[in-house]
């Protein structure tokens, strides 16, 4: 079985979905129909089920992917040890963000480097559709996310950048010209949804407005990709971080201040049963940073 053919079946086996399979893999639909259909035909079974509505895994896919999974990711760590040995690297820290401001974090990754020079840094995007998701399955390491974040199994380490909140609205929309809008005037608004668990979406999309009016929640998005098309529309507004009208500023996108919304705080997390001196190392320089500002 090539090695591209196992990627595709693993890679499907996680999605359950032949066009994101495709995807996330930049090969065409028919690529992986076919290389799942050969290895069908190799193993004498089928893997997957599927009709129109689903995909699933059969029980021997099942099995075939708990077999070879964990021989897949570990050849993939033994081929970056190897890579990162070849540039003079023997450690990785694979940081992930939901901010997109990481300009502004760059103090805090350079005097990680400088503590450890033979350690790779490695960034990647998290959506705050499933903020922890990525972390909790090993993908990543630490995270800087907006707090508060009250989950059992992850520790929440030193807070790292505050910033007030902005409403997002297209420049077509009623509040689009406002000096600035209050949470009252949300009830009165469809805002958009999408992020979990709601205690954390709530910091920012409360439920109600400070004076109990209901706030309606409309259209659930995953990231901030997902939000244009609705903003510009005008079918929903949003609460956003003011880091948005720096790194999304558009023609038809307007960011107007929430008055009563308290300043928003970021700060690092990581699984609380993983955690590694790089990881401290990392919170460590955070702190400090912290501590002489």
């Known amino acids: 079985m090539e090695l591209r053919d196992i990627e595709i079946f693993l890679t499907l086996a996680e999605e359950l979905h032949f066009t994101r399979t495709a995807e996330r893999l930049h090969v065409t639909q028919a690529r992986v129909s076919q290389a799942i259909k050969k290895q069908e035909r190799r193993i004498g079974a089928a893997l997957f089920e599927r009709n129109n509505r689903q995909v699933a895994l059969t029980p021997i896919g099942q099995r075939l992917f ?4 964990p021989m897949y990711q570990g050849l993939c760590d033994g081929m970056d040890r190897a890579r990162l040995a070849a540039r003079g690297k023997t450690g990785v820290l694979r940081i992930g963000s ?17 503590d450890h020079p033979e350690c790779e840094v490695q960034l990647r995007h998290v959506d ?138 970021w700060g690092l997390i990581w ?6 001196e790089l990881v401290r190392s990392f919170a460590s320089v955070a702190h400090h940073l912290n501590s002489i500002e």
């Open 66 to 69: 708990d077999d070879i999974q």
């Open 98 to 114: 939901i901010a997109v401001n990481l300009h502004d974090f760059r103090e805090l990754f350079d005097g990680f480097a400088k």
């Open 128 to 265: 705050f559709g499933d903020p922890f998701g990525r972390l909790r399955a090993g993908d990543i390491d630490v995270q800087i996310v907006w707090l508060p974040v009250k989950e059992p199994d992850l520790t929440v380490g030193p807070v790292i950048y505050t910033e007030p909140i902005v409403l997002a609205v297209g420049v077509t929309h009623r509040l689009a010209g406002r000096d600035s809008v209050s949470y009252e005037d949300l009830a009165d608004e469809t805002v958009m949804g999408g992020a979990r668990p709601d205690y954390w979406r709530e910091i920012l999309v409360p439920l109600r407005t400070p004076s109990g009016r209901l706030i309606p929640i409309g259209p659930s998005v995953a990231n901030f990709q997902e939000m244009i098309p609705i903003l510009v529309t005008g079918e929903a507004v949003s609460p956003v971080h003011a880091q948005a009208a720096r790194y999304y500023a558009r023609p038809d996108i307007a960011y107007v201040p929430i008055r009563d919304a308290p300043l928003a705080t």
């Open 271 to 276: 699984r609380t049963g993983s955690e590694t």
